[in-house]
């Protein structure tokens, strides 16, 4: 008995994306992990003031679980050990925490399927919320850089240079999220955005992971920048992000002749090309 208990235990480290309350004292964690993907899990009694572990299991944190495996997907936690947790540090700061609730939300949503392995998009996610605890760049930037960096990992990749749908090299003027990014003047359809060649240079430091040029870039390319991002993010995930609205990009940090640029606003995901 004893035994067939152990041998339904298992292991794994993973970034909480989400609780939900249950009941008086419980929780449901949504947890991204290392090597089980995602998944969900009961948390006993964490809500209450005597829990050994109800303030390591908050979103943004990583975390070491041992959890007993459950029906249906839904398992239980058994134990929860600290690697680093950042909601404290991200909390401080609200253009971070607004961005690193969009990289969980985008997390959860790139991952439909429980507890299929992600291992790149778990080391995306948990480097983008350590870069924005230690507030390494703007965290509107961090965010643009996850949003393409998660949807290369899913087959989403905008192109950036070449055009989407001849392969004609580069660079391009337009823009067309339904087209798959850059387009030529041939394959141009009506509708399609003509960017800024600096906001696609920007696009690609940040697909890239070219910060020296990304934390050098100025307010009217970020803005520019993220709504192309969040366009094409959104069309492929057919249905807006609820935390994107809620984004604050009116971070700058750290410096880099950005400081005394005007706030920027979130930009407004593109739709016309729906029509």
Known sequence: MTQ??????????????????????????????????????????????SSKFGARLEPFGHV?????????GLHTVSQVEAVELYAARIAQ??????????????????????????LRLFQLTLGALRALAGREHAAPLVLDAYFLRAMTTAGWAPALVECAVCATPGPH???????????????????????????????????????????????ANRREASGLVAAHLQWHLERALRSLPLVDRTANYPTHGTAN???MTPSTAMTKERA
Do not use: H
């Open 4 to 49: 067939g208990y152990r041998s339904r235990l298992f292991r794994d480290d993973g970034v909480v994306l989400r609780v939900q309350k249950l009941g008086e004292s419980d929780r449901i964690v949504t947890v991204l992990t290392r090597r089980t993907g995602r998944i969900r899990a009961v948390a006993r009694g964490v809500r209450r003031t």
């Open 64 to 72: 070491e679980l041992q959890l007993a495996e459950g029906r249906n």
């Open 93 to 118: 700061d609200y253009p971070a925490y607004t961005a690193a609730s969009a990289v969980c939300e985008t997390a959860e949503r790139l991952t439909p399927e429980e507890g299929e392995v992600a």
């Open 173 to 219: 003027r337009a823009f067309s999220v339904a087209s798959g990014g850059s387009v030529c003047s041939s394959c141009q359809p009506p509708g399609a955005a003509r960017p800024a060649p600096a906001t696609l240079g920007l696009m690609s430091a940040l697909n890239s992971g070219d910060w020296k040029l990304a934390d050098a870039s100025d307010v």
């Open 261 to 263: 640029e005007p706030a």
